[in-house]
T-cell receptor, first 113, second 114 residues
């Protein structure tokens, strides 16, 4: 029962570097989401996808890109890392049916120095 | 558009005492309401949800919450706190639709005193 798997768990980047945060789910869920969590701010939606080939912006998309080529994978790309992107990133997924429950991965803790 | 307000960023309770976490929301349509818990260095885990039907919902680990439409509230309670309840708790709202996006409150950190 893997659920939603995120890699890496931790990463330190230098300003201007790029990286991809990986997210994979094995529940055949159509919907996938990326959030960032900052202290005292709750979770903010970055991007989401309602199915393979379909993505849309959330509340805080600037500085990020996503793609959804398969149902299972929803990578998040940081092209030019900035200190403001220091955060904990969570990926989530949900089924098309059901009661809107989102299932979360364990998170990626990213520091940009 | 919806918004979620959690009153109190930190709550400290004694072991065995009542836990009460407050959540108020604004929504233009009848919402779906959720409480999630986050233990240190872990992802979010669903505690309970309200979608339709009975307004008092029971979740895991002895928690329950009541949807009060007139007060636009969805407060979380547990009659007797346990040391293992120490965590951060998030209230979330969805207006449904095709994407079921969630809006989260800022979170409430619960500490339990022995």
């Amino acid at each position: 029962n893997a659920g939603v798997t995120q890699t890496p768990k931790f990463r330190i980047l230098k300003i201007g570097q790029s990286m991809t945060l990986q997210c994979t789910q094995d529940m055949n869920h159509n919907y996938m989401y990326w959030y960032r969590q900052d202290p005292g701010m709750g979770l903010k939606l970055i991007y989401y996808s309602v199915g393979a080939g379909i993505t849309d912006k959330g509340e805080v998309p600037n500085g990020y890109n996503v793609s959804r080529s398969t149902t299972e994978d929803f990578p998040l790309r940081l092209e030019l890392a900035a200190p403001s992107q220091t955060s904990v990133y969570f990926c989530a997924s949900r089924d098309r049916a059901g009661e809107a429950i989102q299932y979360f991965g364990a998170g990626t803790r990213l520091s940009v120095l | 558009a919806q918004s979620v307000t959690q009153l109190g960023s930190h709550v400290s309770v004694s072991e065995g005492a009542l836990v009460l976490l407050r959540c108020n929301y604004s929504s233009s349509v009848p919402p779906y309401l959720f409480w999630y818990v986050q233990y240190p260095n872990q992802g979010l885990q669903l505690l309970l949800k309200y979608t339709t039907g009975a307004t008092l919902v029971k979740g895991i680990n002895g928690f329950e919450a009541e949807f009060k439409k007139s007060e636009t509230s969805f407060h979380l309670t547990k009659p007797s706190a346990h040391m293992s309840d120490a965590a951060e708790y998030f209230c979330a709202v969805s207006e449904g639709g095709n994407d079921y996006k969630l809006s989260f409150g800022a979170g409430t950190t619960v500490t339990v005193r022995a």
